[in-house]
């Protein structure tokens, strides 16, 4: 069964860079059209869409956000990074790995994120 | 932008009864790329319906997704005490939104 674990540093320096890896574990991060995602959840409040990276490379990140994200995909560890640089107290938050893109029974595809990781607290703080 | 409101915020009912939940969008949504999640605290989000209406794999046949365009509904016909959580929609277009959240809480 598919798994996701994300990693990475849990306290992070305002300004500095949040690096945070996600490991796919059960298949291959190839096997299918997915997409790979990360989503954040500030404490207390609801959830944020970060960006995508598919296995071919292709990425597409949350506008407001877009010039300071970076996704990337290691094949040959089936993994994929976020990296958020320039970081401030706004955040703070749970990241979430997730895999999109859901098949249902016929192979149809539906915007959904069916398998998420278990989330990582990051604090930005000095 | 899409915007996803959800109505209401908090919803106090009790075991054995119907919960409706709204999700309403400032713009047409596309049902194929309309979701439901249900969180519980400490925990991930985990997929309830996708397509608006179809049930995620292991999700009970008391859940139901309903609606189309910019108005949709989850609804859970009788309430079990698993079910007390905070449920989230979800949309995309160009980008994903979540709406930001109804609390089911028991009653």
């Known amino acids: 069964q598919l798994q996701l674990q994300e990693s990475g540093s849990g306290l992070v320096k305002p300004s500095e860079t949040l690096s945070l890896t996600c490991v796919v574990s059960?298949?291959?991060?190839?096997?299918?059209?997915?997409?790979w995602n990360w989503i954040r959840q500030p404490p207390g409040k609801g959830l944020e869409w970060i960006g995508y990276i598919y296995q071919s490379g292709n990425t597409y990140y949350r506008p407001s956000l877009k010039s300071r994200v970076t996704i990337s995909v290691d094949r040959s560890k089936n993994q994929f990074s976020l990296k958020l640089k320039s970081v401030t107290a706004a955040d703070t938050a749970v990241y979430y790995c997730a895999r999109g893109d859901y098949y249902d029974s016929s192979g149809y595809s539906f915007e959904a994120f069916d398998i998420w990781g278990q989330g990582i607290m990051v604090t930005v703080s000095s | 932008e899409i915007v996803l409101t959800q109505s209401p915020g908090t919803l106090s009912l009790s075991p054995g009864e119907r919960a409706t939940l709204s999700c309403r969008a400032s713009q047409h949504v596309i049902s194929n790329y309309l979701a439901w999640y249900q969180q519980k605290p400490g925990q991930a989000p985990r997929l309830v319906i996708y397509g608006a209406s179809n049930r995620a794999s292991g999700i009970p046949d008391r859940f139901s997704g309903s609606g189309s365009g910019t108005d949709f509904t989850l609804t859970i016909s009788r309430l079990e005490p698993e079910d007390f959580a905070v449920y989230y929609c979800?949309?995309?277009?160009?980008?994903?939104?979540f709406g930001q959240g109804t609390k089911l809480e028991i009653k």
């Open positions: 979800q949309q995309y277009d160009t980008s994903y939104t």
């Open positions: 059960g298949d291959s991060i190839s096997s299918r059209s997915h997409s």
